[in-house]
C-alpha cells in the first residue's frame, strides 16, 4: 500500500500545514523530522528505540546500500523493512548527494554520473534508471527522484543547466519507476535563484510526483537566510495537497523556519552525529557533555522524558564519552532525536493554535539566549 | 543489605551446586555467569538489556573506575548502582588483577604496588586500604580482596612468598573494610601448586570472609586441564555455605568444568569482546559473523530465544559489522551473554536432576562436533 498524504488545516499566521500521513504502519502527523539511517540501522540504536522516541518515517540512503550489502542482498532478505527489523515508513533517497558530496563525481554526462566508491575506489555508474531500479528493490515507502547535486556555489549559467538536465532525469527515472507500492518524490533545484527554482518547481510538478522535495540546500549554505529563500521560493509552487520535503536540514531553528514556509518533513544526520561527537540539545542550547564542567553534574542533560533523560545524569553521560563507550553515543543519540521530535511536536501544537510564530520566538529566546 | 548465599542442592555426580543469592534486588540462582561492565557499563548494551537476558550479578572493575570518572564521582552520584542506573546486584573486583596483567606493575613491596596509569601513564600506588576504600565508595554489593596476581608460570618460591603476603594483604584489606551492606570475598592463590592452592584456601578461609574467590586462572594458564586442577586443588577446602567465584573464566566448557569442580559463580569479558569483534557462539561452535558466506543467510545466529536471534538474520548482523555499525557488536553481545546465561541455565537444570555429565558430553559433542 502506498503512503498517502492528508493536509489537515494550514495555520493562520504563516504557510505551516497540519497533515497526516496515512500508511499501513500506522499514521503519523507531520510536520516531521525523519532520523537518518545511512546504512539500513539508525547509528547505535535499535528500531525499537526509534519507535518509542515516536517518530515516524525514517531515512535510509540509497548510494551506501547499493554499495554495502547490495540491493539484491536486501531483495532477497525481503526489503529494507524486513532486512532492518523496522515496521514503520522508510524514504529512501536516490543516492545523487552522495555521488556528488561523498564520492566526488568524475564525470557528468547526460546519461549518468560517473565516480569512484568512497570505501574501495571502484568505477561506479549511476543513472536515473539506474536509481529507481535499487530503490525500487529496497522497496522503501518513498523512493527520491535522481537529481544532480551541484554545489550551492554554482553560477547562475550552470544552475540552469543542472535544473534542465534534473528535469529530465526526473522524467526517465519516472519512466523507469516499478514498483506500485513505493511512492516517487520529484526533487525541486535551483539553488538560490528565484526564477531556477520557480521554473523547476512548476516543471516538476508537471511531470508529476507523489510528493515534492527541495534539494540543494543542505551543504554550504552561504547563511541561513538564503536556505529560508530557496524554500520560500519553491513552495509556492508545490502542490498543497502532497508532502514537501526539505531535503537534509535538521538544525532546530531551521525546521520552525522551514515549516512556517511550508515545509512538511524533514530528514538530517546532524542529531546522531552531534551525539557521536558528546553534543546534545537542550532548551538552552548545544552543550558538549565532555566538558570537565559537567564531571560531577547528576542533572538530566536536559529537563526532557527521553529514556536517556529519565534513567541518566550528565556525569554518567560524560563519563561513558571519556571512557570510549559507546553507551554514551546512543543515550545522546536517544535524547538529540527525542529533542527534535519534541520540536516537531510543539510545532504541531502550535499549528492547530495558530500561534506558531510565538512558539518560534520563545524558542529562539530560550535556545540561542536573546532578549 | 548484604548479600546472602543459600544452598539448595549439591548434585549426585559431580561436586556441582544450585544456590540461591539473595539480595535487596531479587533473587537469583547459582550457577551463574557474571557479565563484566568493566566502566560502568556492559560495552554497547542498556542496563535493561541485561535484565531482559536475565543475568544477575555485573561484575565492573575498581581499577578503571578508580581512574576514570574516580570513586568520590561515583559516591556522591550515590554510588554505582545509581551512577550506572543499574538495579541488580554488582561485584567489584579490587584491581589487584588490571594492576598486574594492564598496567604492569613498576614495584611490589610490602605495602603495596607502584604502577603506571595505562591511561595516561601517572605514577599511582595501591595497596589493601585503598582498594578497600574505593570498592567501599563505589558501594558493590560484593567486594573483592586485594591480591598479588602472579603470572601462572612464576616459580614455586615467587609463587610461595606470593601466597604468604597476599594472604597478609586479605587480613588488612579485611580490617581496612569499613561498608556493613557490602560482603567481602577473600581470593585463594596458588598457580597450579597443589600445595600452595591448599595452603592458600585454609588459611584464606581462616581470616574469614563473606564468600571465597578462585584468582590467578584467567590468565595464561598453560592448559584448560591445569586450570581445571587448580579449581580442584581448591574447592575441597571451601566452605559449602560459602559462594564459590571461578574468576576470569568464560569459555562455555569452562564454565560447565567449573561447576563440576564445585564454582557457583564466573565472570569473563569474553562475550562483549567477541561480540565486537564479529564473532558469536552457537551450539555447533563460535562463529565469525564476518564471513563471507553468511552475506546472503537469512537464518538467526543460532536457535535461540534471545533479542537478537528473535529479530535478526545474519546477513542483517554481518552488513552492520562490514560497515563498522556499533548495532552490529550490540545485537552479538546480547546474543553472547545470553548464550552463557542459557548454559548456565541448563547447568542449573542439569543439577536438579543429576544429570550435569550427560549434559557436559551433550554439549561437547554439538560445540566441538565430536562423536
Keep these: 500500500m502506498k503512503i498517502k498524504y492528508e493536509l489537515i488545516k494550514e495555520e493562520k499566521q504563516s504557510k505551516a500545514r497540519l497533515g497526516k500521513i496515512i500508511s499501513k504502519y500506522g499514521e503519523y502527523e507531520t510536520p516531521m523530522f525523519m532520523p537518518v539511517g545511512t546504512q539500513a540501522t539508525?547509528?547505535?540504536?535499535?528500531?525499537?528505540?526509534?519507535?518509542?522516541?515516536?517518530?515516524?518515517?525514517?531515512?535510509?540512503?540509497?548510494?551506501?546500500?547499493?554499495?554495502?550489502?547490495g540491493e539484491d542482498v536486501i531483495a532477497k532478505a525481503g526489503g529494507l523493512h524486513s532486512f532492518m527489523n523496522y515496521s514503520g515508513p522508510i524514504l529512501t533517497d536516490s543516492g545523487g548527494f552522495q555521488v556528488f558530496s561523498l564520492a566526488k563525481p568524475k564525470d557528468i554526462t547526460e546519461e549518468g554520473v560517473t565516480f569512484k566508491s568512497h570505501i574501495n575506489g571502484d568505477k561506479l555508474f549511476l543513472t536515473p534508471e539506474i536509481s529507481m531500479n535499487i530503490q525500487n528493490k529496497l522497496g522503501s515507502d518513498i523512493?527520491?527522484?535522481?537529481?544532480?547535486?551541484?554545489?550551492?556555489?554554482?553560477?547562475?549559467?550552470?544552475?540552469?543547466?543542472?535544473?534542465?538536465?534534473?528535469?529530465?532525469?526526473?522524467?526517465?527515472?519516472?519512466?523507469a519507476f516499478n514498483n506500485p507500492d513505493q511512492?516517487?518524490?520529484?526533487?525541486?533545484?535551483?539553488?538560490?535563484?528565484?526564477?531556477?527554482?520557480?521554473?523547476?518547481?512548476?516543471?516538476?510538478?508537471?511531470?508529476g510526483f507523489d510528493g515534492y522535495a527541495?534539494?540543494?540546500v543542505a551543504n554550504d549554505n552561504e547563511s541561513k537566510e538564503e536556505m529560508y529563500k530557496a524554500i520560500q521560493y519553491s513552495t509556492p509552487y508545490m502542490p498543497s495537497d502532497k508532502l514537501r520535503y526539505l531535503m537534509g536540514?535538521?538544525?532546530?531553528?531551521?525546521?520552525?523556519?522551514?515549516?512556517?514556509?511550508?515545509?512538511?518533513?524533514?530528514?538530517?544526520v546532524i542529531p546522531t552525529r552531534l551525539a557521536r561527537h558528546g553534543h546534545a540539545y537542550t532548551k538552552y542550547g548545544k552543550i558538549n557533555l565532555r566538558n570537565a564542567k559537567y564531571k560531577e553534574d547528576f542533572s538530566p542533560v536536559d529537563d526532557c522524558d527521553c529514556y536517556a533523560c529519565k534513567s541518566y545524569t550528565k556525569s554518567y553521560i560524560r563519563h561513558l564519552l571519556v571512557a570510549g563507550e559507546t553507551f554514551g553515543s546512543r543515550l545522546l543519540s536517544v535524547h538529540n532525536i527525542y529533542f527534535l521530535h519534541k520540536i516537531m511536536s510543539n510545532i504541531r501544537t502550535a499549528i492547530r493554535e495558530d500561534n506558531l510564530l510565538e512558539y518560534k520566538d520563545k524558542f529562539i529566546k530560550?535556545?540561542?539566549g536573546e532578549n
Excluded at 249 to 268: K, N, Q, S, T, W
Design 143 to 175: 523512493a527520491m527522484s535522481f537529481d544532480e547535486c551541484p554545489p550551492a556555489s554554482a553560477n547562475y549559467e550552470y544552475m540552469k543547466k543542472s535544473v534542465e538536465r534534473t528535469l529530465r532525469w526526473a522524467k526517465r527515472g519516472k519512466e
Design 366 to 368: 530560550e535556545y540561542y
Design 42 to 69: 539508525v547509528k547505535t540504536l535499535s528500531p525499537e528505540e526509534i519507535k518509542e522516541i515516536g517518530t515516524g518515517i525514517i531515512l535510509s540512503n540509497t548510494y551506501h546500500l547499493w554499495l554495502r550489502p
Design 214 to 216: 527541495i534539494g540543494g
Design 183 to 207: 511512492c516517487l518524490f520529484g526533487i525541486i533545484q535551483g539553488g538560490y535563484f528565484e526564477d531556477l527554482r520557480k521554473h523547476s518547481a512548476l516543471e516538476t510538478v508537471k511531470i
Design 249 to 268: 536540514v535538521g538544525d532546530p531553528i531551521d525546521l520552525i523556519e522551514g515549516v512556517i514556509r511550508g515545509v512538511d518533513i524533514f530528514d538530517c
